[in-house]
Nanobody, 119 residues
Framework: QVQLVESGGGLVQPGGSLRLSCAAS????????MGWYRQAPGRQRELVAT???????DYADSVNGRFTISSDNAKNRLYLQMSALRPEDTAVYYC?????????????WGQGTQVTVSS
């Protein structure tokens, strides 16, 4: 069983920055993909950024150019650097990793960390 623990969320003013961190209990290099998702109140969970082995990095249009996803395999950590934050970025942010299996993916999720952008 893989455990993911996010940290780094909080309250920030518009235009500010935050760095989210996700600590994995196992080697993140063993996963086929990793990413960050978010869910705002009353809305569905949406993809923010992903790193997929062999395919590279992808961002949601709404965060492209403002957010950066990265990983540190030695520390088994995934990061999301968020800059130029907007009130609409307010959400619970979730770390995700997965392994590809015949017929689908085996997903693992963290418990989430709250990000609130407000003046």
């Amino acid at each position: 069983q893989v455990q993911l623990v996010e940290s780094g969320g909080g309250l920030v003013q518009p235009g500010g920055s935050l760095r989210l961190s996700c600590a994995a209990s196992g080697s993140i290099s063993s996963f086929n993909g990793m990413g960050w998702y978010r869910q705002a109140p009353g809305r569905q969970r949406e993809l923010v950024a992903t790193m997929v082995r062999g395919l590279g990095i992808d961002y949601a249009d709404s965060v492209n150019g403002r957010f950066t996803i990265s990983s540190d395999n030695a520390k088994n950590r995934l990061y999301l650097q968020m800059s130029a934050l907007r009130p609409e970025d307010t959400a619970v942010y979730y770390c995700n990793v997965y392994r590809s299996r015949p017929g689908g993916k085996l997903n693992y999720w963290g418990q989430g960390t709250q990000v609130t952008v407000s003046s």
